[in-house]
């Protein structure tokens, strides 16, 4: 590793149409003063690297691992606007001493730390790749400032789980300032624009691929073809959550195949979960033998996700634990990670059987044939041919009656069981409002949020009890093999940890809870529930 460089990075970018500029940019600007130099050309292969869910790129963010000349470099960049061609950037620049093998995997401590702030618990995947044959000036302006000129051409390629797809290369000069004022940059570009006209560059190499490789960041949010609509009829919005959520899942699994990120187990799980919610949610409005056999099979589905994830929340929660517990080197944490991968490995492969089943496949088929099954003009279910703004406020009123009532329950006899209980119309209660949320335009999100903080707050607690049972299960299995001693103590004491997590979780759901089951809480729901179609944007 051999050091940081500038923090700064300041540089004028311009769009050219071709590779023929080269020449008669670099004699013009010796005709007005500039003294150039040319430099050997280099070429850049720069593989930039995001989560599945570009989490860096949404924190303004982009990392890329660039390898040229023999020589490796990270390079943390932040993304802001481009103004006239000039882009102002916070820059993080580390020189490695060699090439790296797996470039998701940093090895270099100032920048790996700082990433995973941003992304944790997620993984970092090659996204896109971007070859760049530069040729290079070294320009002194004729105040004196001194310039590195480089007219590019760049090509595109997806990686990791992107399909391969062709884009247009990309040509274009970038002019960064090494020494003197930056005024020197706009003195050049309207030299330059005066002359040739050129288009100042908006945009970075990577939002010039991520454009033309038509690459979409992932969200859970329904395009607009999916988004329900208050005036939709219920059978319709149905087919319209149902259709976006089996999408999603069916996006993860790619990522699960490949096992490179658990997050991809977390998002199907929770898919699965949203659709038999919504089979159930809605059931008065599909038909009854459909949605038995589709509820059914996604029963069973999230059961094989289930499993696996809930060995990765232990996993991921590891680190956590070492903070607390005082016998919990790192040596010991990737001992007993180590044998919890093993166990984990068997449920994986159950799972991947599971995906590749007959039995998947003929779900996949099903699910597809219904979604695109026409619509009839007269549903044979009751609430099929009903308004969404007509049911909308009485599924959810009931989901949140039936959450406070379970509320009370929990409140005056706080078993765990109760907590289990109440967690599980928390969980309808928000699915209701998420699937209802895009027909009023964003009213319900702060709502969601509140229901989101009571989730979060029992699934903690969930844990705890899923975490106790795992470790009773993992004596059993490890009292026939050879593992030390020392490892048996540090799982008893994480077992113990569990006891106080769950005495905090407790503790903090009170004030939550208090919080969520307000007046002024059922008084916001109320008044955005009973808004008239008429009355919503879009649909006037």
Same mark, same amino acid.
């Given at each position: 590793?051999?050091?940081?460089?500038?923090? $700064?990075?300041?540089?004028?970018?311009?769009?050219?149409?071709?590779?023929?500029?080269?020449?008669?940019?670099?004699?013009?600007?010796?005709?007005?003063?500039?003294?150039?130099?040319?430099?050997?050309?280099?070429?850049?292969?720069?593989?930039?690297?995001?989560?599945?869910?570009?989490?860096? $790129?949404?924190?303004?963010?982009?990392?890329?691992?660039?390898?040229?000349?023999?020589?490796?470099?990270?390079? +943390?960049?932040?993304?802001?606007?481009?103004?006239?061609?000039?882009?102002?950037?916070?820059?993080?620049?580390?020189?490695?001493?060699?090439?790296?093998?797996?470039?998701?995997?940093?090895?270099?401590?100032?920048?790996?730390?700082?990433?995973?702030?941003?992304?944790?618990?997620?993984?970092?995947?090659?996204?896109?790749?971007?070859?760049?044959?530069?040729?290079?000036?070294?320009?002194?302006?004729?105040?004196?400032?001194?310039?590195?000129?480089?007219?590019?051409?760049?090509?595109?390629?997806?990686?990791?789980?992107?399909?391969?797809?062709?884009?247009?290369?990309?040509?274009?000069?970038?002019?960064?300032?090494?020494?003197?004022?930056?005024?020197?940059?706009?003195?050049?570009?309207?030299?330059?624009?005066?002359?040739?006209?050129?288009?100042?560059?908006?945009?970075?190499?990577?939002?010039?691929?991520?454009?033309?490789?038509?690459?979409?960041?992932?969200?859970?949010?329904?395009?607009?073809? +999916?988004?329900?609509?208050?005036?939709?009829?219920?059978?319709?919005?149905?087919?319209?959550?149902?259709?976006?959520?089996?999408?999603?899942?069916?996006?993860?699994?790619?990522?699960?195949?490949?096992?490179?990120?658990?997050?991809?187990?977390?998002?199907?799980?929770?898919?699965?979960?949203? $659709?038999?919610?919504?089979?159930?949610?809605?059931?008065?409005?599909?038909?009854?033998?459909?949605?038995?056999?589709?509820?059914?099979?996604?029963?069973?589905?999230?059961?094989?996700?289930?499993?696996?994830?809930?060995?990765?929340?232990?996993?991921?929660?590891?680190?956590?634990?070492?903070?607390?517990?005082?016998?919990?080197?790192?040596?010991?944490?990737?001992?007993?990670?180590?044998?919890?991968?093993?166990?984990?490995?068997?449920?994986?492969?159950?799972?991947?059987?599971?995906?590749?089943?007959?039995?998947?496949?003929?779900?996949?088929?099903?699910?597809?044939?219904?979604?695109?099954?026409?619509?009839?003009?007269?549903?044979?279910?009751?609430?099929?041919?009903? $308004?969404?703004?007509?049911?909308?406020?009485?599924?959810?009123?009931?989901?949140?009656?039936?959450?406070?009532?379970?509320?009370?329950?929990?409140?005056?006899?706080?078993?765990?069981?109760?907590?289990?209980?109440?967690?599980?119309?928390?969980?309808?209660?928000?699915?209701?409002?998420?699937?209802?949320?895009?027909?009023?335009?964003?009213?319900?999100?702060?709502?969601?949020?509140?229901?989101?903080?009571?989730?979060?707050?029992?699934?903690?607690?969930?844990?705890?009890?899923?975490?106790?049972?795992?470790?009773?299960?993992?004596?059993?299995?490890?009292?026939?093999?050879?593992?030390?001693?020392?490892?048996?103590?540090?799982?008893?004491?994480?077992?113990?940890?569990?006891?106080?997590?769950?005495?905090?979780?407790?503790?903090?759901?009170?004030?939550?809870?208090?919080?969520?089951?307000?007046?002024?809480?059922?008084?916001?729901?109320?008044?955005?529930?009973?808004?008239?179609?008429?009355?919503?944007?879009?649909?006037?």
């Amino acid at each position: 590793m051999k050091g940081q460089t500038k923090a $700064m990075e300041i540089e004028l970018k311009l769009a050219l149409p071709g590779q023929g500029e080269e020449q008669a940019v670099v004699a013009y600007l010796s005709q007005n003063g500039y003294t150039v130099e040319k430099l050997d050309p280099v070429q850049n292969v720069d593989t930039y690297l995001d989560t599945f869910d570009w989490s860096l $790129m949404k924190n303004k963010f982009a990392l890329r691992y660039r390898f040229a000349n023999g020589s490796a470099t990270y390079t +943390l960049k932040g993304v802001g606007s481009i103004n006239h061609g000039l882009a102002k950037r916070t820059e993080k620049e580390i020189s490695l001493s060699k090439p790296v093998d797996i470039p998701a995997v940093i090895p270099v401590k100032q920048i790996r730390k700082i990433v995973d702030e941003m992304i944790f618990p997620r993984k970092l995947l090659e996204q896109i790749q971007v070859r760049t044959d530069r040729r290079r000036y070294r320009v002194v302006s004729p105040e004196g400032a001194h310039i590195d000129l480089a007219f590019d051409t760049s090509s595109f390629s997806l990686r990791g789980l992107q399909k391969p797809r062709r884009a247009q290369k990309l040509n274009e000069m970038e002019a960064e300032i090494l020494k003197g004022p930056v005024k020197s940059l706009s003195a050049l570009s309207r030299l330059l624009s005066r002359k040739f006209k050129y288009s100042p560059s908006t945009a970075s190499k990577l939002e010039v691929a991520m454009e033309r490789l038509r690459v979409i960041i992932p969200s859970k949010k329904p395009p607009e073809r +999916l988004r329900v609509r208050l005036d939709d009829r219920l059978d319709l919005a149905v087919r319209k959550i149902l259709t976006h959520q089996f999408q999603w899942f069916r996006e993860q699994l790619p990522g699960v195949q490949r096992d490179i990120d658990s997050e991809f187990v977390h998002q199907a799980r929770v898919a699965t979960r949203r $659709m038999r919610s919504a089979f159930r949610l809605f059931r008065d409005a599909i038909p009854d033998r459909t949605s038995a056999y589709l509820a059914g099979e996604m029963k069973w589905l999230g059961g094989k996700f289930g499993v696996v994830r809930d060995i990765d929340v232990f996993l991921l929660n590891l680190p956590r634990f070492k903070a607390k517990v005082e016998r919990l080197p790192g040596k010991k944490k990737r001992a007993i990670g180590n044998l919890i991968e093993k166990h984990r490995h068997g449920l994986r492969d159950t799972l991947y059987q599971a995906l590749e089943s007959p039995r998947h496949k003929t779900l996949e088929r099903r699910f597809v044939q219904f979604l695109e099954r026409p619509l009839p003009s007269r549903p044979r279910k009751p609430l099929g041919a009903k $308004m969404v703004h007509e049911v909308a406020p009485v599924l959810i009123a009931e989901r949140l009656d039936a959450a406070i009532h379970q509320g009370r329950t929990v409140l005056a006899k706080p078993k765990l069981k109760e907590f289990h209980n109440l967690r599980i119309r928390m969980k309808r209660l928000r699915y209701a409002c998420e699937f209802m949320a895009p027909a009023y335009d964003g009213a319900l999100d702060p709502f969601i949020e509140r229901t989101v903080e009571i989730q979060d707050c029992l699934g903690e607690l969930q844990d705890t009890v899923f975490t106790r049972e795992f470790i009773d299960s993992l004596y059993d299995e490890w009292r026939g093999e050879v593992v030390g001693p020392d490892l048996f103590f540090i799982l008893g004491e994480i077992y113990q940890l569990q006891a106080e997590i769950a005495r905090e979780r407790r503790e903090a759901f009170g004030r939550i809870w208090q919080s969520f089951s307000s007046e002024e809480t059922f008084a916001l729901l109320k008044e955005i529930l009973h808004t008239q179609p008429a009355a919503m944007p879009g649909n006037q």
